[in-house]
C-alpha cells in the first residue's frame, strides 16, 4: 500500500511545527557548548594562572563561551566535548593525586648555592607582586623577608630590592618595602630598582645601578622555583652569583598535600618552564658551563 501523500497546506503545518522544536535544540546545543568551554576556560585559569592574566580573564571567558556555542553548532562540536573532558580530567590529576610531588619534575628549576667566605657586594631580592592596597604579594614578602635575613647576618654592606608597578594604577609597594625593611634594626645602605616587569628588566637595571659601583658579586633571592631562571639571567648580564631559595607559604615542593597547594606548585612551575623555554630562545639565560 501507498503511504497517502501530505498536500502542501498539511506538509507546511508538519514542517511548522517541527521548526521549533529544532530552534530548542540547537539553542540547548549552542548553551551546552558555551558552559562547556567556558568550565575548561576556569579549569585553565585554575592549572596555569593562563600567564598571569587576571585583568583580562572575564572578557576572554565571553569570546571563549561564544566560540564554544558556535562550534557546538559544527562539525567541530567534538573539538568542544573532548577539550572539556581533557581539561578536567588533568585538574583532578594535578589536585586529587600526588602527581605534582612525586612525578613532576618540579625540582629542576630549583638551585641553590653555597654563600662564599667572604661578604658579597649586594644583595639583591626581586619582587614579586602587588595587592590592590599596594602592600607586598606573599612571594614578593617571602623574598624580602629571606633577603633581610641576610643583611642581618651581614652577608653585604648593600641591599637592592626591585620595584614593579601594576600597570592598571601604577601602584608600588615600595613603602611597605621600607616598613619590612626597618624590622631589621642594623644599618645598612638600601637602593632601589624601578621600572621592572620581567625578570630581565630587574637583572639589566640592576647592571645598570651596581656595576658603576663596582658591585658585581651579588646574592640574588627570589622564590625556589624561579631560581634558576632568574640566577641565570642576572649572570648574563655580567654579575657572579651566589643563588638562594627564599622560603615560601605559597606553595611547598615536597608536601604539597591539598587541592589547593598541589594546583599553586603546579601553576608556578609550568610558567617557571615556559618562561625558562623563552629565556633560552631570546639568550638571555647564562650557559650551563659557564655557571
Keep these: 500500500m501507498h503511504e497517502p501523500r501530505l498536500r502542501p497546506a498539511a506538509l507546511a503545518a508538519a514542517n511548522a511545527s517541527r521548526a521549533p522544536r ?17 568550565l575548561s576556560w576556569v579549569a585553565l585559569d585554575a592549572l596555569t594562572g593562563l600567564g598571569k592574566l587576571g585583568s ?28 572539556g573532558a581533557l581539561t578536567l580530567l588533568a585538574v583532578l590529576v594535578v589536585a586529587l593525586t600526588p602527581f605534582v610531588t612525586s612525578m613532576l619534575p618540579t625540582k629542576t628549576l630549583v638551585r641553590s648555592d653555597k654563600l662564599p667566605g667572604a ?18 604579594a606573599p612571594e614578593a614578602l617571602d623574598r624580602l623577608l629571606a633577603a633581610l635575613a641576610l643583611m642581618r647576618d651581614s652577608v653585604a654592606p648593600l ?18 618595602q621600607m616598613r619590612v625593611r626597618a ?28 656595576s658603576p659601583r663596582d658591585s658585581r658579586r651579588v646574592a640574588v633571592v627570589t622564590s625556589p622555583l624561579h631560581t634558576g631562571r632568574a640566577c641565570a639571567t642576572f649572570e648574563r648580564v655580567g654579575f657572579v652569583v651566589s643563588c638562594l631559595a627564599a622560603p615560601v607559604r605559597v606553595y611547598s615542593i615536597d608536601h604539597a598535600d591539598t587541592g589547593q597547594a598541589r594546583l599553586a606548585l603546579f601553576r608556578a612551575w609550568i610558567y617557571e618552564w615556559a618562561a625558562t623555554i623563552e629565556y633560552r630562545h631570546r639568550g638571555w639565560l647564562a650557559p650551563r658551563s659557564t655557571r
Design 159 to 176: 641591599l637592592v630590592v626591585t620595584e614593579p608597578r601594576r600597570p592598571q594604577d601604577g601602584i608600588t609597594a615600595a613603602h611597605d
Design 183 to 210: 624590622l631589621v634594626s642594623r644599618p645598612f645602605e638600601t637602593l632601589m630598582v624601578d621600572s621592572v616587569h620581567t625578570t630581565r628588566d630587574e637583572a639589566v637595571n640592576s647592571w645598570r645601578l651596581l
Design 22 to 38: 529544532l530552534n530548542r535544540q540547537r539553542f540547548l546545543l549552542a548553551a551546552c557548548g558555551a558552559a562547556c568551554a567556558t
Design 56 to 83: 583580562i580573564l572575564l572578557p576572554l571567558a565571553i569570546v571563549v563561551a561564544i566560540v564554544g556555542a558556535l562550534l557546538a553548532l559544527t562539525r567541530l562540536a567534538l573539538v568542544v566535548w573532548v577539550g
Design 119 to 136: 661578604p658579597l657586594d649586594a644583595v639583591v631580592v626581586l619582587s614579586g607582586g602587588i595587592t590592590p592596597d599596594s602592600m607586598l
